[in-house]
Each structure stands twice: as C-alpha cells, then as structure tokens.
C-alpha cells in the first residue's frame, strides 16, 4: 500500500489528493485557482485516486465496500476514504466518475504554446482494482451488465438499485511482474500482465464551464490511451495563462476500446515532468497541433477524436498525414501511401462519448 506521504516520492514537488486539491467528475476551468505552481521542467509526484470503490453505486465507503471483498480496513487508502465521507461535490448522475487532481499552474504557459507531460513513474498504490460495467453506458448499453435496469434516483425515503457489476481484480506479483487476476468460478482466473497508466491528462479550457470529465478533447482530458505509460509524452495545445494541468483516471491494465466501460482501475502514484515549448518551437517540432499528440520512445501517436468512430478515424488519418508532411517533408500523397503500408490505428475508446483512435508511427521507418 501506498498510503498518502508514505513511501517513495520521486518529483521535486508533491500533490496528494484532498477535498481542497481535486473535483470530482468536473474538470478545471480557467477560473479554478491553482493548488500547486511549479516551474517549466519541474517534476510533481501526484498521487491519483481511483473512482472505483467510492462511488454512489458502490456505496460511497470505500472501507465498507471493500470489506465485502475480503479487504481489511489497514488495506483501504486514507485519501480514498477522506474524500469519500467530505462534502465535495458529487451526483452520480450529472457528473463524471473521474476524480480529478489539480490544476497544476506551469510558469510561462502561455496560450498557443504546448505543455509536454513526461510520464516518469507509475507506481501501484494498491493491490487490488475494479473493473465496472453500469446500466447505459460501455460499448454494448442496454445489453450489459446483464443485470436488473438501474432504478434511477430515489423516491424520499425509497431506495435506488444501480445493478452495476463490478469486477473486484487483485493484484499478484508472478516472474516478477505485477499481474491483474480475474476470477469466474470453480478456482479458474484470467492472469493478465499490468501496464498503468494515467486515462486522464489534460489542461484547462478557457471557459467560466466547468466541463464533465468523461469527454476528452483538444485540451487532452479523458483520453484514455494506454500507450502512454512511463517514457511516453504527452503534448497539450495551452488554452489559458499557466495551463492549469490536471491529472487522474489511474489505471493498472486496458485493452483498446476499453469495451466494459472501465478498465481496471486503480490508485496510481504518478511522477511528471511538465514542460512549457514555446509557440515556434511546437510548430517546428509537431506542426499545428489541432487535437492531443503523443510518443514513446518507438512510436509518434497522432491522435483523432469525435463523437463519430469514423470520423475519429479520418482526423486520425488526417493528423498523422499532416504530422508526416510538416516534420519529415513528405508529400501528402506519400504520407498516406506510408500510413495505409505501415502504421496502425487503434480505437483508444469507444465509451467516453467523444470516441478516440491514436495512430502508431514506428520512428525507425524515418532514420
């Protein structure tokens, strides 16, 4: 366990998750004051919070809940507990899930720059997640969970029945690496290999809103792409003085399309480096930047997103031709011949109502 301020801390500064230092289910706008300024280039430790094992239809007591499974109160985050009992700003119905830290204000950030967030560390804070299914949503709604239709909010002094199915997954270490394993009955489990990352990264829009948390868009937010684990970057077109960087969405596994609705999430303790390129230079390096942009160290990830699939796709395509041109010189035509021979494109998620393809661009294709 990694209980808040206990353990290894790896970043120059550090954000825990209190009642003063996140939303729940809403993201920063520009009017929400930072909880933390840093320097361009600085690093933060974060530690994230999952929204499973807290929310309304899981009772809204994590010690109790997870007791149901086996989990002795010792095994329960502090934060998680803290949050859970505090008079934050919750409605199951109206707001994301997604507990969301900060915003974070990166000295410099201006408007048209972008903020590269390296991920440097991802450390399991937990041994154990939840992966959920809930009555109208995931990519199969009205078909799964295969379980009594919510009931919808309560009467005065009646009841509510979500019928929510949460997988409860623990976490074993096996050759080791941290392995997820998911049982079904008769002592058989599905084992699959950990691989966190952080669903949502994102930067303040310059609005009075305070926007919803599931959909992602041009200032990053839910995007759940699990390529971005540790050694990846993300780069996010600054929309306000100070960029105001959030974090949250920690995960410890998901397959592309994240089809359930969830993935296995879980409390993560994430170190990044947040780094301010000025205007010309992000021009130079990743041309016009019109949605998110990603690498690791093998691959570029043009992104697209739309509430249409296909057309997430097309600006997908038309990113990736547009990131080909501007940075390697090609024509357009061949950039497309390239794409259609050699890079592929993934659903990030179908289940974020704004859907998300990223394509992947082997760097050793352009030596």
Not at 332 to 361: M, N, P
Request: glycine share 12%.
């Amino acid at each position: 366990m990694l209980q808040p301020k206990q353990g290894r801390i790896d970043g120059t500064h550090y954000l825990p998750t209190t009642p003063e230092t996140c939303l729940w289910g809403r993201l920063p706008n520009r009017d929400r004051p930072p909880v933390l300024r840093v320097a361009s280039g600085d690093t933060v430790t974060i530690d994230t919070l999952s929204h499973e094992g807290i929310l309304e239809d899981q009772g809204r007591d994590p010690a109790a809940y997870l007791a149901g499974f086996g989990v002795p109160a010792d095994r329960v985050l502090a934060d998680a507990r803290d949050l859970a009992a505090s008079g934050v700003r919750h409605d199951f119905d109206t707001d994301g899930p997604h507990v969301v830290t900060g915003p974070i204000e990166v000295a410099g950030a201006e408007p048209g720059d972008v903020l590269r967030v390296e991920t440097l560390g991802l450390l399991v804070r937990a041994p154990y997640g939840f992966i959920s299914s809930r009555h109208g949503y995931g990519a199969l709604p009205g078909e799964f969970p295969e379980t009594e239709p919510d009931t919808g909010p309560a009467t005065v002094g009646g009841t509510r029945a979500y019928n929510s199915v949460c997988e409860f997954t623990e976490v074993i270490e096996e050759a080791g690496r941290l392995h997820g394993i998911l049982p079904y009955g008769d002592g058989r489990a599905a084992r699959f290999p950990l691989a966190p990352f952080l669903g949502l990264m994102g930067v303040a829009t310059d609005t009075p809103d305070t926007l919803h948390s599931v959909p992602p868009g041009s200032f990053g937010g839910n995007l759940d792409i699990n390529e971005l684990q540790v050694g990846s970057s993300l780069y996010l077109p600054v929309q306000v003085p100070g960029a105001s960087f959030y974090a949250g969405d920690p995960h410890y596994a998901q397959g592309d399309g994240e089809v359930a609705l969830t993935a296995l999430e879980a409390p993560l303790r994430a170190t990044v480096r947040l780094t301010v390129i000025p205007h010309a230079e992000a021009t130079t390096l990743l041309g016009v930047l019109g949605e998110p942009f990603a690498e690791t160290a093998t691959h570029w990830l043009p992104v697209g997103l739309h509430e249409d699939l296909d057309e997430a796709l097309r600006r997908a395509v038309r990113a990736a031709v547009g990131f080909l041109s501007r940075t390697q010189g090609m024509p357009r035509h061949t950039a497309l011949a390239y794409l259609s021979a050699a890079a592929d494109f993934e659903i990030s998620q179908v289940v974020d109502q704004i859907k998300g393809v990223h394509c992947l661009i082997r760097k050793t294709d352009f030596r």
